[in-house]
């Protein structure tokens, strides 16, 4: 059964609509350098991320998706990372195939589109700008711009107040269980990309409404009539 469509889609950046996972290695491996610690690479990073830069930063300490890094390292680490990512935000990352064609076709129907992110605003302003994706939103909330992110309900909330529609009638298009859980907890349907950041495991495991390969499939999967 497809979705009903939607008064509104919010859509979520890293592992949806970016995949910003060279950027986000090349600057781990770099802050890990500048503490003469062992470089994690690509492929580990990208089992990490999702969490906000904070988490990653953690994450890459430890070299483990769980548990917590010395607090007088971590202090130390953070500020190395955050000035290389400043300098390094869409030097590597691109967007995913059919993102560009799903926001057009998405600014063809008369729904409000928003962008929720657990990254910061300081870097996610930036890279929607420098991958020519920033006018298509009408509301960008990002991790630090309310007391709570996703996986709590706060931000898509925030955005439903903000555009004046109904939680019920609204739509997320995330990648990982963060989105669910958000999307579940705040009364929206969710539709998840299987390409993205979801710590290793199957996104279908937390029975989203539907999953695509493509953003362009948000097409087929929502009645758009």
Not at 17 to 44: F, I, N, Q, T, W
Not at 164 to 193: H, N, T, W, Y
Not at 201 to 217: G, K, L, Q, T
Request: aromatic residues 8%; hydrophobic residues 40%; charged residues 30%.
């Amino acid at each position: 059964m497809a979705i009903k469509k939607p008064d509104m889609v919010l859509i979520d950046v890293d592992g949806t609509l970016v995949d910003s996972v060279p950027d986000l290695a090349y600057c781990v491996d770099e802050m890990l350098k500048a503490l003469d610690m062992p470089v994690r690479g690509e492929e580990r990073v990208r089992h990490w991320v999702g969490n906000g830069v904070e988490r990653l930063v953690r994450r890459g300490l430890i070299n483990d998706l769980n548990g917590e890094p010395d607090e007088a390292l971590f202090e130390k680490a953070i500020p190395i990372f955050n000035d290389l990512y400043a300098e390094n935000t869409s030097k590597r990352s691109c967007l995913y195939p059919g993102v560009k064609e799903a926001l057009e076709f998405l600014k063809s129907t008369d729904v409000k589109i928003g962008c929720v992110t657990n990254k910061a605003a300081q870097f996610t302003l930036p890279i929607l700008k420098d991958l020519g994706i920033a006018d298509y939103f009408e509301i960008v909330i990002c991790g630090d711009t309310l007391e709570k992110k996703k996986p709590d309900p706060m931000p898509l909330l925030y955005a439903a107040e903000k555009l004046g529609v109904k939680p019920e009638q609204s739509l997320m298009l995330g990648d990982s269980m963060s989105d669910v859980k958000a999307a579940r907890a705040a009364g929206f349907d969710i539709v998840c990309m299987s390409y993205g950041y979801n710590h290793g495991e199957d996104i279908r495991d937390y029975n989203p409404d539907a999953v695509v390969d493509s953003m362009d499939e948000v097409k087929t999967v929502v009645s758009w009539n």
